[in-house]
């Protein structure tokens, strides 16, 4: 179990991390999730003692990192992809790494063989491609058989085997009991494969949730896609019979049926919308739910926290005057949004006393277990804490409203 608890980290007068706190289980995968700057990385290496904090600090299974007796036994991480010799080998770094620690050369050819690169471990690093190092890195942090991982961007370089690799490896580890800690600034894969999410801006927790939980409140807010050659009388129907629902004109997607006209129906029942188009004998050709994505949610979410906001070269030069063009587009994206509560940081735990440290095992010896690694699916057990509900009501940036909408 990791627990980050109360930290604080700041550089001068710039505050990066504020008072966070928050759980990574045992068990469960924890995807931590903000923007590039929301101090991600900057909580993670404080955590492993890598920056002093100016109050707080983490729990690995119930102690401090400094305290632990093996930390690579306790934890195994990857924050960034750092070589000391790009000229080595893969096995010949790996071999130096487990020197160190007194690894045996067995667990050297068993982490090659769970990262997939055991083909290329007579590559020299300065060859690798960037997903290859990212094996590599894994490897490295596999090497004592730690009981926790930390990975940082894990996804990066990866192609789609690769990918999949990283799931089946965090959903593993967590099903021996672990906790596992993702941090990424890009919800839809992290979502993919985490039990739990912690999302941060700013250096504050804005939410604390599973991901479950997440996507099913966001899907709440689910619209009703349609695409007819008939546009004026659907108009009509929804003006008669459906008046307090928003009727938009959209642009065709990739998947649609490329003919007649596409309308995306907010606050309706499809169930009810079909027998109402086929009883006044309205051809559809097209009719289906459609969900907000993850990301939109997720920026519905952040978008007052949003620190880098870029702008479109069409959209600066429809701007009178360039030197304000930034922070007009800016005010213009975030009425994109409409919330009708906003997005409180969560309270901090308050201070608790550590918890106790489990029992020694096989795990904190010397005796480095093969890892039976494989690919099974991973059944994510029902997460307890409920939603902390953040009334958010998102508006896709996409549509665009007609006049004929009904109201």
């Keep these: ?73 306790t934890v195994g991480s990857v924050l960034d992809i750092k070589i000391e010799d790009y000229n080595r080998s893969a096995i ?7 020197a160190v620690y007194g690894i045996p050369k ?68 967590a099903r021996r009991g672990g906790a596992v800690l993702l941090s990424s600034n890009t919800i839809s894969e992290i979502a993919n494969v985490a039990d739990n999410l912690v999302i941060i801006a700013h250096g504050n927790i804005l939410q604390q949730t599973t991901t479950k939980e997440f996507i099913e409140f966001y899907s709440q807010y689910a619209s009703v896609r349609v695409i007819t050659p008939e546009p004026e009388k659907l108009l009509d129907i929804m003006q008669s019979q459906y008046r307090e629902c928003t009727v938009t004109k959209v642009v065709h997607k990739n ?44 920026l519905a979410m952040t978008a007052k926290h949003a620190r880098f906001v870029s702008m479109p070269t069409s959209a600066y030069k429809s701007m009178e005057n360039g030197a304000t063009a930034q922070t007009q587009y800016m005010q213009q994206q975030q009425m994109q949004y409409v919330q009708t509560q906003p997005a409180q940081p969560v309270q901090p735990a308050q201070p608790t006393q550590p918890t106790q440290p489990t029992q020694p095992t096989a795990r904190h010896s010397q005796q480095y277990r093969q890892s039976q690694y494989d690919q099974q699916q991973y059944a994510h057990p029902q997460f307890a804490q409920s939603l902390k509900e953040q009334k958010t009501q998102y508006i896709p940036q996409s549509q665009q409203s007609i006049q004929g909408e009904a109201r």
């Design 92 to 98: 010949n770094h790996l071999n130096a790494f487990a």
């Design 255 to 298: 998947d649609d049926v490329q003919a007649g006209t596409a309308f995306v129906i907010n606050n309706a029942d499809i169930t009810s919308l079909s027998q109402s188009f086929a009883n006044k004998q309205l051809i559809t050709y097209q009719i289906n739910n459609e969900h907000i994505p993850l990301e939109d949610a997720y």
């Design 106 to 173: 067995s667990r050297v050819l068993e982490v090659l063989n769970i990262a997939g690169i055991s083909s290329i471990k007579n590559m020299d690093i300065k060859s690798m491609s960037a997903g290859m190092r990212k094996r590599l890195s894994v490897a490295t942090a596999l090497l004592a058989d730690p009981h926790n991982l930390i990975l940082d961007e894990p996804f990066h370089g990866l192609d789609a085997d690769g990918i999949r690799w990283m799931r089946d490896l965090c959903k593993y580890y």
């Design 1 to 73: 179990m990791l627990e980050i608890r109360n930290m604080t980290k700041s550089y001068g007068e710039q505050l990066v991390v504020n008072n966070v706190s928050f759980v990574a289980e045992d068990g469960k995968v924890t995807g931590f999730v903000g923007s590039n700057g929301s101090g991600k990385s900057t909580a993670l290496y404080c955590a492993l003692g890598l920056m002093k904090t100016n109050s707080g600090r983490a729990y690995f299974d119930g102690i401090p990192y400094e305290g632990l007796q093996s930390p690579i036994e």
